[in-house]
């Protein structure tokens, strides 16, 4: 967001100052200091390209500072030539944002960005700066998919509904945000008698006196935020089966003792200081003595080396305008589903994929049978965005509602739909497979608890007649070969993740049938 800005908005300051400070650049704040510090009205482009001012930097930071200034003057040049989110990204990816990441959904994260940019672009620039921040605002990091079921991080609101053998509610000495000044402010009384009265008031004019209607709002504006407080602390609370900590803190001084104002401490705390004051150290109510800041412990910077480039780009790929470049749907073995069905079971076949890589995302623990049966609505609009006519769609929705109960049921798709290490949904591949360039799609795989790698493939088949078994054996060997291709790409590339395929003692494939709740599996042998 800050790359965002700077490009956008040379005399941006505090953009520009997070830029230089980000890790694909990294100026300590001394250098920081020598650049920005002695003058505030020059925007920090103009800084940069100033000879004198960069001779005065470290040497690390000069040649920081050559390096970013060389890949963006090509950048800021293409301005409105492009589309904003092909500019902003290929900026970032130049500078080096990718190696900076923690963690392989942060890469996702960053998409999740540029499809935003995407959306609110106007011819290749952005026109409401304000707009871009509420609606960043509204965006979440997708979660951890290699996280344990051990441990689930999430907001109070969602985890409504939801019970845990213990909770952690952290952070509840701080105050929260200050709201902001409300340009009307208003409340509907009601009379005894029946009816209604309208209080309403606008913010006042600047050099006017205070309104007392106004504010007599605000405080009680106030005093519904109190009870909304008290409301989620008593979700948070009661989330709880086994154990519930909360985690606060307070200033401390040889006086008084007590929780910021307006915390969520505060609301708890007529119930627990005293048990708090009996956990606090003696020495903790004694002011603080002076300590050197020279003798503080230095904050670590985390930044990429200053000599860094980019990886060189992989070998590439010999091939002739003989060869075919292979879509998943255009194999003769993967349009083998949907080769006698209709186009609207391919469209279920479609929207069950999704749902149930929605499902493996959030943990098959977080969905339930009636939360399935909720979301009739939003299935029915999915086929109606793929093409399914109205007359097919009622039957539709109950053919994708019942594949999605049927896999939460189910104690198998249950297993494949759960967290596990190294698991992904829907996970894209690209290599070349025999002689051939190779796109795939690989539903569902994961390593499991005994170190086997998984490469699991949905079907949405159904099947009329008496003989399940067999007609599945049947399925098994139409599909052999799909599932085997891919898993020969996945060895050849040791992926996904950190090279978790190399690590697995072997690789098995499966079949998962959410209308039959059927199954088959064998093991990959690499040829």
Known sequence: LALTRALLHPADRIAWLAVLRAPWCGLTLADLSILAGGDAKTDLWTLLNDAGLCDALSVDGRQRVVRLRDV??????????????????????????????????????????????????????????????ERVAGLFALPD?????????MT??????????????????????????????????MRGHGGSDLLLAPIREAGQSDDPVYDYLGRLDDIKSR????????????????????????????????????????????????????QLPAEAVQPAPDVPIASLPRRQLYRLPADWCAPAAPAALAWSPDD?????????????????????????????????QRIAEDGAARWTVQRIAGLQAVWARELAQLGVPETERGAAVRRVEQALSASLSDSRGKWVLDAHAGG??????????????????????????????????????????????????????????Q?????????????????????????????????????????????
Request: net charge neutral; aromatic share 8%; hydrophobic share 45%.
């Open 145 to 153: 998919t290699r996280a344990g079921p051990q441990l689930q991080l």
């Open 424 to 481: 992904r949904s829907e996970y894209r591949l690209t290599g070349v497979a025999g002689d051939r360039l190779v796109n795939i799609v690989i539903d569902r795989t994961f390593v499991d608890e005994e170190g086997v790698r998984w490469i699991i493939d949905y079907k949405t088949s159904a099947h009329e007649g008496a003989d399940i078994a067999a007609f599945l054996d049947n399925e098994r060997e139409r599909y052999r070969g």
């Open 324 to 356: 075919a470049l292979i879509n998943r749907a255009d194999d003769a073995t993967d349009s083998l589903e949907f080769s006698w069905a209709s186009e609207t079971a391919k469209h279920v076949g479609t929207v069950v994929h999704r749902a149930l």
């Open 156 to 189: 109070i609101h969602k985890a409504k509904g939801l019970e845990f053998d213990t909770v952690i509610v952290p952070g509840l000495g701080y105050t929260p945000r200050r709201r902001d000044a409300q340009l009307l402010r208003w409340d509907v009384r």
């Open 227 to 278: 009870h909304e407080d008290a409301r989620l602390l008593y979700v948070a609370a009661t989330r709880a089966k086994s154990q519930l900590h909360l985690i606060g803190q307070v200033k401390a001084d040889a006086k008084v003792v007590k929780p910021r104002r307006n915390s969520l401490l505060e609301r708890l705390w007529p119930a627990i200081e005293g048990r708090f004051l009996e």
């Open 72 to 133: 963006l003057a090509g950048f800021l040049a293409q301005r409105r030539r492009k589309s904003l989110a092909r500019w902003v990204e290929g900026a970032w990816l130049s500078l080096g944002g990718p190696a900076c990441l923690a963690d392989p959904t942060d890469l996702e994260d960053a998409q999740v960005f540029l499809r935003l940019l995407d959306a609110v672009e106007v011819g290749g620039d952005l026109l409401d700066f304000e707009a871009l921040e």
């Open 483 to 527: 599932l085997e291709r891919y898993a020969a790409l996945m060895h050849a590339s040791g992926a996904p993740q950190g090279d978790l395929l190399r690590g697995a003692q072997r690789i098995r494939l499966g079949l998962y049938f959410p209308l039959l709740t059927g199954w088959r599996e064998w093991d990959y042998v690499p040829r």
